[in-house]
């Protein structure tokens, strides 16, 4: 992790099953049952309801669908802590991030950071 900030992956996780649980019911209600087709459509609101919600959060952060390796990689919480620039991308896509402010989710120092590189950042960023 190269982000001198980091999130807990369970907390990002719980905010992130809770809108993928959403998403899944909205689409159920909306389609039928059936299963999500992976049509491009055009629209954002179209796209909500035709597509998975791994697939929706990639078009929302611009990313391409493989991204949705690393939004599999936080829901089953791989790793202990997540980069900040990934927490936020992922919940600006799902209209969430006051998460990061509201105490859902604890932004913290990257403990994989020494003391000495994480001073040096302070540093460079006018904190010290």
């Not at 087709?37 to 391409?64: N, R, W």
């Amino acid at each position: 992790m190269a982000d001198s900030l980091v999130v807990r992956t369970e907390e990002l996780a719980s905010v992130l099953r809770l809108w993928i649980d959403k998403h899944n019911d909205r689409f159920m209600k909306n389609s039928g049952g059936r299963r999500p087709s992976y049509k491009y459509i055009g629209e954002a609101d179209e796209v909500v309801h035709l597509t998975s919600a791994y697939d929706y959060i990639c078009f929302q952060m611009g990313k391409p669908p493989g991204f949705a390796r690393v939004i599999h990689r936080v829901l089953t919480r791989e790793t202990k802590h997540t980069e900040l620039r990934i927490a936020d991308g992922l919940l600006t896509a799902i209209e969430e991030s006051g998460a990061l402010t509201d105490g859902r989710i604890t932004v913290m120092p990257n403990p994989r950071w020494s003391q000495e590189r994480w001073i040096k950042w302070k540093g460079e960023q006018g904190c010290i």
